[in-house]
């Protein structure tokens, strides 16, 4: 098949491009004049279709032609709160629409997160029937994008995926805190027990290429993860582990203590134009203490395993950091 893929350039996007080409699918990535196409350029049967997810005329010409459309592209931090509403919620629209004109797609998968539905109240892994409460304005774009997309499930097959946090090798916004470890400091928020899921780039990847490759019923979400339950210390530990020594500075953060550096970051994000991660919104987010899900839909329908989990991956990321002269 020909998929088109946004977000190629990205960090997840990268694994799923390399896992199409792998299985011998052309790839044609939507991609911004000054994309990053080091991982694309390495791969076969590649084609580049100059464009943007909120530029709509880019996308006649982007979606003729293929069989199938993978939909990474988005942003996690913005300078307003309404650029994720802009990007994520309109940009999917513009897409779906681009290949509701098209037709005739085998499947059009959309990559949300567990942000669009949010937290679990108690600690219980969220289902995929969850009534959504996302807690965030990233959240919400993502859960407005996601409907977006169901929408269109009766007129082409359409399949969404949510997974919790991602990480692995070619991150940039999980180094930071390898990067805080490395230099002997460990912060945690509150106690450190609070709970995750994770899931590695390389078996997200796996999931949204299985869904592309799937013939089952449109409009199902699945969330992926990997398997396993942590808490922020226990990950925390995993790191240290992987870089082979151990923090000497460990302390807690309160919530209050976050939110004023998120007031400050935020503050300057509006001075400078520039989009920060450390916002209000975000504290908001990081004052949960469940962000767990079950992707066991994903392994029953997709027939998509989980190869990696947490202690293996961060020693790999490591690996790659270190190659890379990230760390």
């Known amino acids: 098949m020909k998929v088109l893929l946004t977000g190629g350039s990205g960090f997840l996007g990268s ?3 390399e896992q199409l080409a792998a299985e011998g699918h052309v790839v044609r990535a939507l991609v911004r004049p000054r994309s990053d196409k080091g991982v694309l350029g390495r791969l076969p049967r590649i084609e580049y279709a ?3 997810i909120e530029n709509r005329e880019s996308l006649v010409p982007a979606v003729d032609g293929v069989d199938a459309i993978v939909h990474v592209a988005g942003i996690v931090k913005a300078r ?3 650029d994720f509403f802009e990007v994520n919620t309109q940009g999917t629209r513009n897409l779906i629409d681009a290949a509701l004109a098209r037709g005739g797609l085998k499947r059009f998968v959309y990559v949300s997160s567990l942000a669009a539905v949010g937290p679990s ?4 892994p969220v289902q995929e029937n969850a009534e959504p409460r996302p807690v965030t304005q990233y959240g919400r774009s993502k859960l407005e994008a996601e409907r977006v997309v169901l929408a269109a499930a009766d007129r082409m097959p359409v399949t969404v995926i949510r997974p919790p946090m991602i990480y692995g090798p070619r991150d940039r916004e999980t180094l930071a ?5 490395k230099n002997r400091v460990l912060p945690m928020i509150g106690s450190g027990e609070n709970t995750l899921s994770v899931v590695y780039a390389a078996d997200c990847a796996g999931a949204i290429v299985r869904a592309v490759d799937s013939d089952g ?3 199902r979400t699945y969330f992926v993860d990997d398997g396993a339950v942590y808490t922020q210390r226990a990950l925390a530990e995993e790191v240290e582990r992987a870089l082979g020594r151990r923090a000497w500075i460990r302390f807690a953060l309160p919530l209050p203590v976050v939110k004023v550096a998120a007031a400050a970051t935020q503050a ?3 001075v400078s134009g520039t989009a920060q991660m450390l916002t209000l919104d975000k504290a908001n987010e990081l004052a949960q203490r469940h962000w767990v899900c079950s992707g066991e839909g994903a392994r029953r329908d997709l027939g998509w395993k989980p190869k990696v989990q947490w202690g293996q991956g961060v020693e790999e990321a490591v690996k790659w950091y270190r190659a890379q002269g990230w760390l």
């Open 15 to 17: 694994y799923v491009a």
């Open 268 to 270: 300057w994000a509006a």
């Open 80 to 82: 307003k709160p309404s």
């Open 177 to 181: 805190f390898f990067t805080s470890v």
């Open 50 to 52: 100059p464009g943007a």
């Open 121 to 124: 109240a108690d600690g219980t």
């Open 217 to 219: 019923p449109s409009g």
